[in-house]
């Protein structure tokens, strides 16, 4: 099997062509055995790049844990990249299908080659049970968002705002982004009660009105460098608790990313496309996942 290694600010898969080769028997399986950093390939997940009868094509993927996620903002990126690049579909605006419905991707292209892409990512979703969580909406929001609510664990008390952008964030606003809030409190927020699809738990610092830096410890991946859907949840989270303006300059681990929840209430986001190899895999037996793998984890 063909494979080709990208990343979207430092978040980074694997992405099949499936246009060109057939698609893997177990995908869920695959995701696991080539994401574990230092006995395998190593990446945040598995991502499909398939045929659509609805779109330019479809994009599918897969944590590093195997379970199937709705959409990745970064991913996403990439995958319009590889479709441009390699001559799937040359156009400068793509619709890529998605877990999260259809999305548009307008591409700056200079000698013949994706360097960034504007993805529309759609309406945020505010309302609890679509989200989904459990959590109370705020009382005081007119809209019933889940903002600035008390989340309990086992003794600690937050103060989250949840956000849906196809798939379901949990953000809390800190002083410091430290360790102890992602490596420590992300995966208990991850596996909490209140959150029945499990969550991505988001920890953002605002620096500025227009400019916030964040970590990320994603459902199924553990933290990672970046998280475009995140990036995105957060930049509405600001703006509705009246934390920061609507536009904001994202600083993360791996990189930048512009977010824009426009006045049209679909939220835009803008960043790179790196193609960093190709290989071919050929399979290999059980490898380890998780700590032994060289995740970080607390």
């Given at each position: 099997m063909r494979f080709t290694k990208m990343h979207g600010a430092g978040n980074d898969y694997l992405y099949v062509d499936c246009f060109s080769q057939p698609l893997p028997d177990d995908p869920a399986e695959l995701a696991r055995q080539v994401?574990?950093?230092?006995?395998?390939?190593?990446?945040?997940?598995?991502?499909?790049?398939?045929?659509?009868?609805?779109?330019?094509?479809?994009?599918?993927?897969?944590?590093?844990?195997?379970?199937?996620?709705?959409?990745?903002?970064?991913?996403?990126?990439?995958?319009?990249?590889?479709?441009?690049?390699?001559?799937i579909c040359r156009k400068d605006r793509l619709r890529i299908e998605t877990g999260r419905g259809l999305l548009t991707l307008d591409l700056s292209v200079a000698d013949g080659r994706v360097e960034r892409v504007r993805v529309d990512m759609g309406e945020p979703i505010l309302e609890a049970k679509r989200i989904p969580t459990t959590l109370r909406p705020n009382p005081a929001m007119a809209n019933g968002a889940v903002t600035d609510v008390d989340l309990s664990l086992r003794g600690r008390r937050l103060k989250v705002t949840c956000v849906s952008m196809g798939n379901p964030h949990c953000i809390t606003f800190?002083?410091?982004?430290?360790?102890?809030?992602?490596?420590?409190?992300?995966?208990?927020v991850e596996n909490n009660r209140h959150f029945p699809q499990r969550v991505n738990a988001e920890f953002a610092r605002i620096l500025a009105p227009g400019e916030m830096q964040m970590r990320v410890w994603e459902r199924g991946s553990g933290e990672t460098l970046a998280c475009g859907t995140g990036a995105c949840a957060v930049c509405v989270a600001g703006a509705l608790t009246g934390r920061t303006q609507r536009t904001v300059l994202m600083h993360l681990a791996g990189g930048d990313l512009e977010l824009e929840?426009?006045?049209?209430?679909?939220?835009?986001?803008?960043?790179?496309?790196?193609?960093?190899?190709?290989?071919?895999?050929?399979?290999m037996g059980?490898?380890?996942?998780g700590r032994e793998a060289g995740k970080r984890q607390p």
């Open positions: 994401s574990p950093r230092h006995f395998s390939v190593g990446g945040d997940g598995l991502i499909l790049i398939c045929p659509s009868s609805l779109a330019d094509a479809r994009m599918r993927m897969f944590n590093a844990d195997g379970s199937e996620a709705e959409m990745c903002g970064n991913g996403i990126r990439c995958v319009a990249k590889y479709v441009y690049d390699h001559g800190v002083d410091e982004l430290t360790d102890q809030w992602v490596l420590g409190v992300g995966p208990r929840w426009a006045a049209d209430n679909h939220v835009y986001m803008t960043g790179g496309a790196v193609e960093v190899f190709s290989g071919e895999w050929a399979g059980t490898v380890p996942f």
